[in-house]
């Protein structure tokens, strides 16, 4: 299968950077999947994992909190404003983010804002189910 | 004239005080290469962020749509803003006065000028040095002593103050204030333009877009959503930047300062034991001269 070159990058350092098959991206349309020779499209990211497909069936879960995609005719990019990589994920960390994100929709009046943190409360939390199974 | 004690006294305590200036160098040489890895990490964010924004700024600019005031700005320039960014702790040489200085001349140059002048400081050192001058003006202190070490959500924080400020229509300029790291050495205090947003295309990402064809993308949600969202971010991550060049600059400082106290002290030493050398032979021949000539008059 033909690859593409793609890099994730978050404040602190790059996460990844090599040849992939496929990412599949959390954007805040919706779930989407970018192969190689991807139309150049760019978009924001909301929550949730991101999945990396090195081929083969081989692959990587890093979570996403926010960010951004920029796909163009040479490689994707993502700036995230978080990332984790599942490796790094434990249930006690996921559960402490939880309550920060839950004790800042608490304080946001109703409105699309709140919404965008309510579905993130979900996919955290669905986040934490996939950890324990 | 100090007596024999005196000397052996002062020489010890000088020497006390070269021990702790030639430990602080060594651990500022440590954490200054610890700050400069994380500033180098941090780049690469840095800079993507850039072209991405030059990039979706030139294809805004090109269409007649609004335009986020972020970018534009209010189209006055009556209040300023001023994040001062220094660091918490002192004994690292002109830093923090320096940063404090170009801040100052800054705010003196606003309010000559008639202008309302507003101050976020970031770091202890820095509000306790504009806080004389200004009090009146500072609005808020911003405390990172808590942390160890910088990271991204504390930068986060910083830019979500300023930019709340900026939504309520508290000031029309923003304007950071921090020490570009240059080399060890040299440590350039700068001032940075945040709001309204800098995105100039630069010569080098010029072409980087150019062949990149922008026209052709697609948005998702559309292109006024995303640089909306995105002009924020690049805020925190300007500020962020300034955080970790501040302190890499703060370590580069210490250093040489403290390398300096070391050396300063070593040469007081120096002078001090060849005094002590110097009195200590003078009485020895005094009480030479007591005895011979006590002998002699026998």
């Known amino acids: 299968m033909a690859t593409f070159h793609f890099e994730l990058v978050a404040p602190e350092r790059i996460l990844y950077s090599g040849e992939v098959e496929a990412v599949e991206l959390p954007a805040t349309e919706g779930d989407m999947t970018v192969l190689a020779g991807h139309a150049p499209a760019m978009t924001t990211l909301q929550t949730g994992f991101l999945v990396v497909g090195e081929g083969s069936g081989k692959g990587k879960r890093i979570l996403i909190q926010g960010g951004f995609a920029d796909i163009g005719p040479k490689g994707a990019t993502i700036l995230a404003e978080r990332a984790t990589p599942l490796e790094e994920l434990t249930a006690q960390s996921l559960e402490e983010e939880i309550l920060r994100v839950r004790t800042t929709a608490d304080a946001k009046d109703e409105g699309p804002e709140k919404e965008a943190l309510k579905a993130a409360i979900h996919k955290l939390e669905e986040a934490k189910a996939t950890l324990r199974a | ?298």
């Open chain 2, 1 to 298: 004239m100090a007596s024999l004690k005196d000397l052996r006294n002062r020489i010890a305590s000088v020497k006390a005080t070269q021990k702790i200036t030639k430990a602080m160098q060594m651990v500022a040489a440590a954490k200054l290469r610890r700050a400069q890895s994380a500033a180098e990490a941090a780049r690469p964010y840095a800079e993507r962020m850039a072209v991405v924004l030059s990039n979706l700024a030139a294809g805004v600019s090109q269409g007649d749509a609004e335009l986020p005031r972020m970018l534009t700005g209010t189209g006055d320039d009556k209040t300023h803003l001023m994040v001062v960014c220094t660091a918490e702790r002192g004994l690292c040489g002109a830093f923090n006065s320096s940063i404090a200085r170009l801040a100052r001349e800054h705010a003196n140059k606003l309010l000559a000028e008639g202008k309302t002048v507003k101050i976020i400081c970031v770091g202890k050192k820095g509000h306790d040095i504009l806080r004389r001058q200004f009090s009146k003006q500072i609005i808020e202190f911003v405390d990172l002593r808590e942390f160890r070490y910088v990271g991204y959500e504390q930068a986060d924080m910083i830019g979500r103050k300023v930019i709340q400020l900026f939504d309520e229509g508290e000031f029309d300029v923003a304007t950071l204030f921090y020490s570009r790291f240059k080399s060890v050495i040299a440590q350039v205090p700068t001032a940075l333009k945040i709001i309204p947003a800098q995105v100039a295309p630069e010569e080098g990402t010029e072409a980087a877009a150019g062949d990149g064809g922008e026209s052709l993308y697609e948005y998702e949600p559309s292109q006024q959503a995303i640089l909306g969202t995105l002009l924020p971010k690049n805020l925190s991550v300007q500020v962020f930047t300034a955080l970790l060049e501040n302190a890499a600059s703060e370590q580069g400082a210490r250093m040489s300062a403290m390398d300096s106290a070391t050396r300063n002290a070593g040469e007081m030493i120096k002078k001090q034991t060849l005094i002590y050398n110097r009195t200590r032979q003078a009485q020895i021949t005094k009480e030479l001269i007591e005895i011979i000539s006590g002998a002699e008059a026998l």
